[in-house]
């Protein structure tokens, strides 16, 4: 495929529509060639070189500037990108970028007082938020421009660049540890192994001299659990990570405590404990920490609010379920969907009408989840780009179960042979070897539905579907367990799944 549609294939159709503007910014022409191409690109057939040029030049081809053509519209979308990129950031990164700028251009026009002002401002932005590398070119632009009337002391300049270079050489350890930690963890999650993952985090952290260094730099210390979180989600080992990262929080709290340059790290390793804490069934455990994540976004952190909120009410939801509060949890995810000022990206959408719809199937209220489901308006495809292949996977399952419910048997059928074309490699995963057989009960409740209440029954449910414990179960995996429980017993479904939440079953 042409690498410029693959790129432009990657923008939502928001950004797209945002790119055709942004590339008639400079001046407005009723036929723009870079347009015209755009456009070309956008259709789902693949023209190829030839045809392009056919098209935008059909009087006389014209390889030349339909190759020129093709560097100004990667111009747009590069440009585009910067500019996109730069108003996400979430760091200190682009303000100081934009002074260091802005400092050249100052120098450049001979404005030099001005241009030293907005260098220390630079370099005080940096420094607060550790952008170790970005302060190293701030400081050596002040040597080069040391000469100046307005400069601050050379040697001074130079002390603090020597003892920067310190911190962005920690930095770059830090960068090599994180890269070793996460290539050690997938070899061990390939291999079928215990994961371990706090022992491998500390032989390498100690083998790089940064034991110390993690509980000082909230950024470090976020990186890495993130690696480390990452590992458990693909395992389900919430119960081993528990423990850990509440500890390593606590710990870089109590001891250096989080500035007010660290409060998105605070956040994300807030958000983190409540939702491996969820995962572990601790779900009013789960709430206080949450509570904590609240307090910060409306404190220090409130610049992080639009970030985080979603994130927030999701897990807020999930807990409100499992807490007998299904109707206020509806109530919730309803708000953030349809009455929130916050805009909701494309993940946080997808994860918000997949979560109503689950809570709408608990409630009984089947026509309704389907609904939530139907209103996605995407295909499969787009779904998995944006979510994971996993997250498609339980989408899918969700349809099915739902179709069920509304007695659509055929349907049902037929999505359970989809099931074996589409997600065939994901199946033969022995993580997934639950779901294959969770599929064949289906199809067995369907062709003998009477023997769904007999105790034949019940034992192939329990000697197919591989539980240790349902302390060890995975939360979401137990949701769906729960409903097949639920037709054995003729008993609703959020009865049983509160039950087996609580081990009562």
């Known amino acids: 495929m042409d690498d410029l549609k693959m790129t432009l294939e990657t923008l939502s159709e928001d950004d797209r529509r945002e790119l055709a503007v942004f590339i008639q910014r400079e001046k407005k022409k009723k036929h723009r060639k870079d347009l015209a191409l755009f456009q070309l690109l956008q259709q789902q057939k693949n023209y190829s070189s030839e045809q392009l040029i056919q098209r935008l ?10 190759y020129a053509l093709r560097k100004r519209l990667m111009r747009h979308i590069t440009n585009y990108i910067l500019l996109k990129r730069t108003e996400q950031d979430i760091t200190a990164a682009s303000p100081i970028m934009g002074m260091l700028s ?14 030293w002002d907005y260098l220390r401002k630079a370099a005080k932005l940096a420094q607060a938020n550790e952008q170790f590398d970005l302060l190293n070119m701030v400081y050596n632009l002040q040597i080069e421009k040391a000469d100046s009337e307005f400069a601050d002391s050379l040697d001074q300049i130079i ?4 003892q920067n270079k310190l911190a962005a050489d920690e930095e770059e350890r830090a960068n090599i540890a994180s890269s ?18 706090d022992n491998i985090i500390q032989e390498v952290l100690t083998a790089y ?12 210390l976020y990186k890495l659990l993130s690696i480390a979180r990452s590992a458990v989600l693909a395992r389900k080992d919430f119960l081993s990570f528990e423990p850990y990262i509440i500890a390593q929080y606590h710990e870089a709290e109590q001891k250096y405590g989080f500035r007010k340059a660290h409060q998105y790290y605070k956040a994300s390793l807030l958000y983190m404990i409540a939702h491996v804490l969820y995962r572990n069934k601790k779900f009013r455990e789960s709430m206080h920490y949450l509570g904590l994540l609240h ?12 970030h985080f909120f979603p994130r927030y009410t999701f897990l807020m939801v999930a807990n409100l379920v499992f807490l007998f509060r299904l109707q206020e949890a509806n109530e919730l995810m309803e708000n953030l969907l349809y009455k929130q000022p916050v805009a909701l990206g494309a993940k946080d959408l997808l994860t918000a009408q997949l979560g109503l719809s689950f809570n709408y199937f608990a409630q009984g209220n089947f026509s309704k989840a389907n609904k939530v489901l139907q209103s996605i308006g995407h295909s499969d495809k787009w779904c998995e780009g944006k979510m994971g292949r996993e997250w498609l996977l339980k989408k899918n399952l969700g349809e099915l179960l739902i179709q069920y419910e509304l007695g659509n048997e055929d349907l049902v059928l037929h999505r359970i042979r989809a099931f074996g074309r589409n997600f065939r490699e994901l199946l033969q995963e022995p993580a997934y070897r639950n779901v294959r057989h969770y599929l064949d009960l289906i199809r067995h409740m369907l062709d003998h539905p009477d023997e769904v209440y007999r105790p034949e029954f019940v034992q192939s449910v329990e000697n197919k579907l591989e539980f240790t414990s ?16 639920s037709k054995m017993l003729r008993r609703p479904y959020y009865e049983v799944l509160l039950e087996l ?5």
């Open 159 to 162: 002390s603090k660049r020597n």
């Open 295 to 306: 307090a910060c976004l409306g404190g220090e952190g409130k610049s992080h609010y639009v």
């Open 501 to 505: 939440a609580q081990s009562k079953l």
């Open 57 to 66: 030049y059909p009087g006389e081809p014209n390889p030349v500037a339909y």
């Open 470 to 485: 349902f302390e060890n179960t995975d939360i979401q995996a137990m949701s769906f367990y729960a409903w097949l429980k």
């Open 102 to 115: 802005l400092a050249h251009y100052l120098f450049d026009v001979r404005a030099e007082k001005l241009a």
């Open 180 to 197: 070793l930690i996460r290539h050690r963890l997938q070899a061990v999650r390939r291999q079928g192994s215990d994961l371990h993952f």
């Open 209 to 220: 001299g940064l034991a110390e260094a993690v509980s000082k730099r909230p950024s470090l």
